[in-house]
């Protein structure tokens, strides 16, 4: 018994190694969407949703300012070409990872489309709905029970969302 637990403590450590360093590929290629989206003018959040075989579904980032589009969250948008993409409104094999955790219209669409994982940078302390404000996948009237791994690239992606808001209100003044 000994001899079968000294295997597979490396083996766990392996396979969460590789799980964290493929979290943060994927992450950091949603923060230089993030980027491009603070360039437009958008509060910049950048999503990605990857299939089960670790291939780009879809990558975008906020677009409400852009598309006057109310709806035109990062997550909303990314889920949107996914479901073209795979033919199907059910990603139950795919990931989304976003910079910001999801607001309540965001959160909705993620248990709706019953997103395998999802995994977020920051929370959001003003209307973050997977753990911060609420918690929405966990509620009893939520119909789907939602995988949740926060804080890759938290630092940056806070940093970022925390410059871009200070600047905003500077030119609102």
Not at 70 to 77: K, L, N, R
Request: net charge neutral; charged share 20%.
């Amino acid at each position: 018994m000994l001899s079968l637990f000294v295997f597979l403590v490396p083996l766990l450590q392996l396979i969460t190694q590789t799980s964290y360093h493929t979290h943060r590929y994927w992450m950091a290629k949603a923060f230089i969407l993030s980027q491009e989206a603070e360039k437009m003018g958008e509060v910049p959040v950048g999503a990605v949703i990857v299939d089960s075989q670790g291939n780009l579904v879809a990558q975008t980032a906020n677009r409400k300012e852009t598309d006057q589009d109310p709806t035109a969250h990062a997550e909303i948008v990314a889920i949107r070409i996914a479901a073209q993409t795979l033919h199907s409104w059910n990603l139950k094999d795919c990931t989304l990872y976003v910079t910001l955790e999801p607001c309540p219209m965001c959160t909705g669409a993620i248990i709706q489309s019953r997103l395998g994982l999802l995994v977020y940078g920051c929370d959001d302390p003003k209307s973050g709905t997977i753990r911060t404000v609420l918690n929405l996948p966990d509620s009893y009237c939520s119909n789907h029970r939602l995988a949740v791994i926060s804080g890759i690239y938290e630092d940056e992606c806070r940093q970022q969302l925390q410059k871009w808001f200070t600047k905003r209100r500077q030119q609102v003044q």
